[in-house]
């Protein structure tokens, strides 16, 4: 069984290196066309145009396939999520042999160039999320549904309520900090800093607070106190999975729509190529 681990470790580095020998040698063989082309005074623009458009055809794709479970022949999510991130690597080799290692000139070029940089490197971002993310969540005491939060929230601040008006209705120790400083972590959202920068900070001070009060209070106030300091606990608990999760859903949105915006706006510069070329005379 402790064998296990290193087995899966290596299969899944030797599954790496062959992906990346077969994107190498690919755009290998794509580089050696080019040149064979350039040499031959024949404009390999149209060659690397349409890998790269095709390539942004396969990568939209990935998406649809996300959606369509039922369908095992179209091979399994694994399968289609290597593949989505290797052939996204490798737009960036084919994108430089498209422009010549350059920047464009054009206005409309220079638009198209920057979108792509944009998908490109939300792209980049969204395989560090999606790597380290999962990895920060499962170390949370629990898992909830991102759409459930709220609602989990709003049943922790019910709790809260019940144990201050059960054991504290009339203590004017912890009293006036529940409604000066845990009602309102329990009512409000932590704000668009929060989200971006997630910190457990400000539940330890609350934390801190309730138990500073412990010497003040009787050993059955004691354990009723420590139910509510656990009640922070576990709101900032739902508050970090909602930070992380709801990192993840507002990136591939944007990563998604602009990739549908990309591949748009690369077919109408594809098409507006071929007609000033007079291919479509």
Request: charged letters at 20%.
């Amino acid at each position: 069984m402790n064998h296990l681990p290193k087995r899966t470790n290596a299969r899944i580095a030797g599954r790496r290196a062959v992906n990346a020998l077969l994107l190498a040698v690919c755009l290998f063989l794509l580089a050696v066309w080019v040149s064979r082309l350039e040499t031959s005074l024949v404009r390999s623009s149209f060659l690397t145009g349409y890998v790269l458009w095709l390539s942004l055809i396969f990568l939209t794709l990935f998406n649809l396939r996300k959606k369509l479970t039922m369908l095992p022949k179209l091979g399994s999510a694994a399968f289609w999520m290597q593949a989505h991130i290797y052939v996204g690597l490798g737009t960036f080799a084919v994108f430089g042999l498209h422009v010549g290692w350059r920047f464009p000139t054009g206005g409309f070029d220079r638009i198209l160039a920057a979108l792509y940089w944009f998908v490109a490197l939300s792209g980049i971002y969204g395989l560090y999320l999606t790597r380290t993310v999962p990895r920060r969540l499962t170390q949370i005491r629990v898992e909830p549904i991102f759409e459930a939060i709220p609602r989990l929230r709003y049943q922790l601040l019910q709790k809260a309520t019940a144990i201050m008006d059960e054991q504290f209705e009339n203590n004017e120790v912890l009293r006036p900090v529940y409604y000066r400083k845990l009602r309102p972590f329990f009512e409000n959202d932590r704000g668009p800093w929060y989200m971006l920068f997630p910190s457990a900070r400000k539940s330890r001070a609350l934390v801190a607070e309730i138990q500073k009060q412990h010497r003040y209070l009787s050993p059955a106030d004691r354990r009723a106190s420590s139910a509510l300091a656990q009640l922070v606990r576990e709101c900032d608990d739902l508050d970090y999975h909602r930070a992380m999760q709801g990192r993840l859903k507002v990136w591939l949105i944007v990563h998604v729509s602009c990739t549908y915006s990309l591949l748009i706006v690369a077919t109408w510069h594809g098409v507006m190529a071929h007609a000033f070329s007079g291919v479509l005379r």
